[in-house]
């Protein structure tokens, strides 16, 4: 089962509001990614988990607020956003290669996403 | 550093053609994967292919093949006898070293009825 499902599908929020992403795999994966894409360009990637760790941030605002409650569950939250941050956020989720610890050649699984927009 | 080119911004084809997406990388690594993805309307990335840099064979899944050349740099994916449902953007994506995966710029796909 390669499936990766995220929560909400859709989302409109104001610049005071706070709300969270969610995203979860079942596939037994210890990488976990959160990606931002705008449209016409291919994902940036935010943050990077590896056993529930935070290994990557990739000098992201701190309006975005990533969270690993366990290896299953992957979060964001948001908080006091800007109409710029509007895009289509995406979750994924891959092995960790266990020599070296490192998943970057793993195939990435991504979810279906979540349309933001920022008002 | 590594790169991913994808020349081709926008292809539009009829449908029953077949289709062929170049993808051009660079790295300096000697072992290495590439990738492709492909992205429908509805937004989500779907995986289609990993692929060794150890493995120059060519991979064929149903219409889908990919030809990988080491020579060239090059992972094109060919679609053969395309259909509608095939209109998607698709991505070619490098992995380097720090989590990244180095994605090219994504050719949109327009099958046309």
């Known amino acids: 089962d390669t499936e990766v499902t995220q929560t909400p599908k859709h989302l409109v929020m104001g610049m005071t509001n706070k709300k969270s992403l969610k995203c979860e795999q079942h596939?037994?994966?210890?990488?976990m990614y959160w990606y931002k894409q705008k449209a016409k360009k291919p994902p940036e990637l935010m943050f990077v988990y590896s056993y529930e760790k935070l290994s990557i941030n990739e000098s992201v605002p701190s309006r975005f607020s990533p969270e690993c409650p366990n290896s299953s569950l992957l979060n964001l939250h948001l908080h006091a956003l800007q109409p710029e941050d509007s895009a289509l956020y995406l979750c994924?989720?891959?092995?960790?290669?266990?020599?070296?610890?490192?998943?970057?050649?793993?195939?990435?699984?991504f979810g279906p996403g979540t349309r933001l927009l920022v008002l | 550093a590594q790169k991913v080119t994808q020349a081709q911004t926008e292809i539009s084809v009829v449908e029953k053609e077949d289709v062929t997406l170049d993808c051009v990388y660079e790295?300096?690594?000697?072992?290495?994967?590439l990738f492709w993805y492909k992205q429908p309307p509805s937004g989500e990335l779907v995986f289609l292919i990993r692929?060794?840099?150890?493995d120059e064979q060519n991979e064929i899944s149903g219409r889908y093949s990919w030809n990988f050349q080491k020579s060239t740099s090059s992972f094109n994916f060919t679609i053969t006898a395309s259909q509608v449902v095939d209109s998607a953007v698709y991505f070619c994506?490098?992995?380097?070293?720090?989590?990244?995966?180095?994605w090219g710029a994504g050719t949109k796909l327009i099958i046309k009825p």
């Open positions: 994506a490098l992995p380097d070293s720090n989590y990244q995966l180095i």
């Open positions: 994924a989720s891959s092995q960790v290669r266990l020599a070296g610890g490192s998943s970057y050649q793993e195939t990435q699984y």
């Open positions: 790295t300096r690594d000697t072992t290495y994967y």
């Open positions: 596939m037994g994966h210890r990488a």
């Open positions: 692929r060794n840099s150890f």
